[in-house]
């Protein structure tokens, strides 16, 4: 049809520009992530203080993280999206300013705050051009996450051995981040209308409808699976490589290496796949690799099989979290943004559980032995990746 060929164009640079949204989002916190130590030292704090003050950065995505859904039902969510990663991206050199501990854990809070909206945000901005292009890209979209996130920490790990002061490397991240934020919001598409309708329904409408909760519960659930086993690589796989299996500190760090590695390698082929072999079954598959190949190497207990277990994880459980936040914009009765907003939340109240979990094993016998959590949590991922499957309306 004719509009069908009008609308490819702009179909086009929405997608370039959500990518770019996905991009900013990646880029922005873990920038700061290998110059805490300079944060840290600059300001005298000790390791407590540190992670206290980093940990305000969750806290307020755990506070008010399910506005951004009100928020994107007013504004749209590419509106949203583009604005506050701009914001983001402003507030970013303010941490090397920070004269104090209050004002560092201040910063971050705001931070977290802009992260979670972005987030909600972006995902249902990316779910509005997933839908015009009648094809699954959510998967590419995640892997732009990844590359920028990587990509950001090597900057920041280079400009840290290079010793260039933390507030030039913020300022010239921030201006990059800027210009890009403000280039995607030219290019974003409006939301459908049906999005944009019934402003009083929200999150609270959406807990009190029955079959809305169960769904929403069960991606959840399905999340928080996930985010076991991929904050297992980065919480746990050094240390466990380096107490347990005597590893030198090169080979402890290659677990979320290989993890991160593998997993983009994941979303950028995910979308085909996807497509040709539907989510669930693809979920759930890849969910019982990431289940077997943990288990394996966690029996083996050798570096080599810790590395190429995770690896190999990192390539099975690569779907989950972009096809979640997909299900979760397609729960009939609720809004798009409503229902990316409450998992989200939901999936960082239950990240918050999991490592200390396997801490306290760890305390107790070994860390070999708390990580036995992760292959199970791999298989609770394979249970509610029917969670996945597309709804229906009634009419």
Do not use: K
Request: proline share 6%.
């Amino acid at each position: 049809m004719p509009s069908d060929v009008v609308t490819v164009p702009v179909d086009r640079r929405a997608r370039g520009a959500v990518m770019a949204l996905f991009a900013v989002n990646g880029a922005t916190y873990n920038s700061l992530v290998p110059r805490f130590p300079t944060l840290r030292d600059g300001l005298g704090l000790s390791d407590a203080e540190l992670g206290t003050a980093i940990a305000a950065f969750p806290a307020a995505a755990l506070l008010v993280g399910v506005l951004a859904g009100p928020l994107i039902a007013r504004f749209g969510s590419g509106r949203v999206a583009a604005s506050i990663s701009l914001l983001g991206a402003l507030l970013l050199p303010l941490v090397a300013v920070a004269p104090a501990w209050w004002a560092l854990a201040a910063v971050l809070f705001v931070l977290g705050v802009t992260d979670a909206w972005t987030d909600a945000a972006m995902n249902a901005q990316g779910l509005v051009v997933q839908g015009r292009y009648g094809r699954s890209i959510i998967n590419g979209l995640h892997a732009t996450w990844s590359v920028a996130a990587v990509g950001a920490g090597l900057l920041g790990a280079g400009a840290a051995g290079l010793g260039v002061p933390i507030g030039w490397h913020l300022a010239a991240v921030t201006v990059v981040l800027v210009v890009t934020s403000a280039a995607a919001w030219v290019f974003t598409v409006p939301d459908p209308p049906h999005d944009l309708e019934e402003p009083s329904v929200g999150v609270r409408a959406v807990l009190r409808s029955r079959p809305a909760v169960v769904g929403l519960l069960a991606i959840a659930g399905l999340m928080v699976c996930s985010g076991a086993v991929e904050d297992s690589s980065a919480s746990w796989g050094a240390v466990y490589l380096r107490d347990d299996l005597g590893a030198g500190a090169f080979v402890a760090g290659l677990p979320f290496v290989a993890f991160q590695v593998f997993m983009t390698v994941g979303r950028v082929g995910g979308d085909r796949v996807v497509d040709r072999f539907g989510a669930v079954r693809i979920a759930r598959l890849g969910a019982l690799v990431a289940a077997v190949a943990l288990a394996v190497a966690l029996l083996v207990a050798h570096p080599v099989a810790a590395v190429v277990g995770w690896a190999v994880a990192g390539l099975g459980v690569a779907t989950l979290f972009p096809l979640a936040f997909a299900a979760a914009g397609d729960v009939p009765g609720v809004r798009a943004g409503d229902g990316i907003a409450v998992v989200g939340f939901l999936a960082r109240l239950g990240f918050l559980v999991t490592p200390p979990l396997i801490g306290g094993i760890a305390d107790a016998s070994t860390v070999g032995t708390g990580l036995l959590l992760v292959p199970v949590a791999a298989v609770g991922a394979v249970v509610l990746a029917g969670s996945l499957r597309a709804r229906t309306a009634a009419p």
